[in-house]
T-cell receptor, first 110, second 112 residues
Framework: DGGITQSPKYLFRKEGQNVTLSCEQN?????MYWYRQDPGQGLRLIYY???????QKGDIAEGYSVSREKKESFPLTVTSAQKNPTAFYLC?????????FGEGSRLTVL | GENVEQHPSTLSVQEGDSAVIKCTYS??????FPWYKQELGKGPQLIID?????GEKKDQRIAVTLNKTAKHFSLHITETQPEDSAVYFC???????????FGKGTRLSVIA
């Protein structure tokens, strides 16, 4: 099946720990994105990558890091510098314009 | 950059009635306006989109209208059904290939 796979679906971590969320796509899309979703806040852009080995900061990049070593993969690391990491994280890919989303990863920091 | 305002934040309708959600955007260069539906615990899915050279687009019970002069676009759902209950997001890019900026969402409840 073609699509976007995010893992894990649920993740619990202690405060101060880094955590990496996985995002893989087999749609052959060049562009990939990470959005954060909080209740009543809509979707806010964290990072995006329009081509392998290149990525740009979005509106709320502080405390996050990404890499894009392969076209299919765009992992997001939530670092200990992120002050409020508990949220629903959505990965998406795009051929041009339209976004295709994964099912999301819910991170809870205890 | 682009700013997208979406209203209302919550909407309740009786089954069979119509629902309308409106969005305004700030950048006149924006040229692509999608609507996404998000069910509980899932990722958003595109339900309809419109490009700046078209004023209206329909797909069965859903339609989107675009007014470029006023810089607003709307989602219309007719003959609503309980399965239409979800959160709906509008979005717009700054222009060209820039990432989409999303509205804050509308929680639609269809009451049977």
């Amino acid at each position: 099946d073609g699509g976007i796979t995010q893992s894990p679906k649920y993740l619990f971590r202690k405060e101060g720990q880094n955590v990496t969320l996985s995002c893989e796509q087999n749609l052959n899309h060049d562009a990939m994105y990470w959005y954060r979703q909080d209740p009543g806040q809509g979707l806010r852009l964290i990072y995006y990558s329009q081509i392998v080995n290149d990525f740009q900061k979005g509106d709320i990049a502080e405390g996050y890091s990404v890499s894009r070593e392969k076209k299919e993969s765009f992992p997001l690391t939530v670092t200990s510098a992120q002050k409020n990491p508990t949220a629903f994280y959505l990965c998406a890919s795009s051929p041009a314009g339209e976004l295709f989303f994964g099912e999301g990863s819910r991170l809870t920091v205890l | 950059g682009e700013n997208v305002e979406q209203h209302p934040s919550t909407l309740s309708v009786q089954e069979g009635d119509s629902a309308v959600i409106k969005c305004t955007y700030s950048d006149s260069a924006s040229n692509y306006f999608p609507w996404y539906k998000q069910e509980l615990g899932k990722g958003p899915q595109l339900i309809i989109d419109i490009r700046s050279n078209v004023g209206e687009k329909k797909d069965q019970r859903i339609a989107v209208t675009l007014n470029k002069t006023a810089k607003h676009f709307s989602l219309h759902i007719t003959e609503t059904q309980p399965e239409d209950s979800a959160v709906y997001f509008c979005a717009a890019p700054f222009s060209g290939n820039t990432p989409l900026v999303f509205g804050k969402g509308t929680r639609l409840s269809v009451i049977a």
